[in-house]
Every structure is written in C-alpha cells, then in structure tokens.
C-alpha cells in the first residue's frame, strides 16, 4: 500500500518491531509522531526489572526513532506516558525521565494505563527542523 502524500513511516532496528499494524514513528505535517513504546530491547525483546530501568529502556527505544530522522530528545515538544501503577511508581519514573530532557522540556502527559506485562509505555511529538531557518 503506498503512502499518502506528506505522511512518510519512519522504521529503525534501534527500536521494537512493530507488534502490529502500525508504524514505529510517521512524519506528517512538519512533526514526527512515534507510537507508544515498552522497555522490551530491541535486540533481545528482555525486558528490565523496575519502573526506573523500563523508563530509561523505553526512552532509548523512542530516541532510536528520533535519530532514525536526524532528532534527538531537544526536539521533543510532547509526551505521553503510561502507568501501570502511577501513585506507585511516579517519583522513580520521573526521576528516569529526567535524565533525558534539557529545560525547556516537553510538555507531558501522564496517566494510568492497564499495561500487558509493563510498567511503562511512552510516545512522543517532535519537532522536525525548518528547512528554510539556517541550521
């Protein structure tokens, strides 16, 4: 099936395969979307022990997409972050995800989410740069 017009998928063995039908990221409309991340490694599907490494692990697997496109985390203007136990693991989570993003950071979204065998999902917005500013 080809792709619409200004909507290119974006694919990378940095990240999870697809588990279904659906893209790892899309560029649409001066953006780049990525889907919803777990902590499986891309290489060995493992997925680590505790809410603070899946954190780190799923913020790799969305940076592999990101640099797929030439971005890295600055680039990031949007966050969506899923659960398994917010009230639990919220401090341990925030403190992983602080390691990844510079002020100013995205706005972000968090909520709690019914995760298969998880203890975090995470997707993301990024900015693609303006071909007509100078780099």
Do not use: W
Request: glycine residues 12%; contains cysteine.
């Amino acid at each position: 099936m080809s792709e619409p017009t200004g909507k290119r998928a974006v694919h990378t063995p940095g990240a999870p395969r697809p588990a279904g039908a659906y893209s790892q990221g899309v560029v649409a409309g001066g953006f780049l979307f990525t889907a919803g991340f777990g902590p499986q490694d891309p290489v060995t599907g493992a997925v680590p022990d505790g809410v603070g490494a899946q954190t780190t692990q799923v913020l790799r697997n969305v940076g592999a997409v990101l640099a797929a496109r030439g971005l890295s985390m600055r680039d990031v203007v949007k966050v969506t972050a899923h659960l398994h136990h917010l009230e639990r693991d919220f401090a341990a989570y925030d403190e992983a995800y602080r390691a990844f993003f510079d002020d100013p950071c995205p706005v972000r979204t968090t909520v709690g989410s019914d995760l298969m065998r998880i203890l975090v999902e995470i997707d993301v917005v990024a900015l693609l740069p303006d071909p007509d500013l100078p780099g």
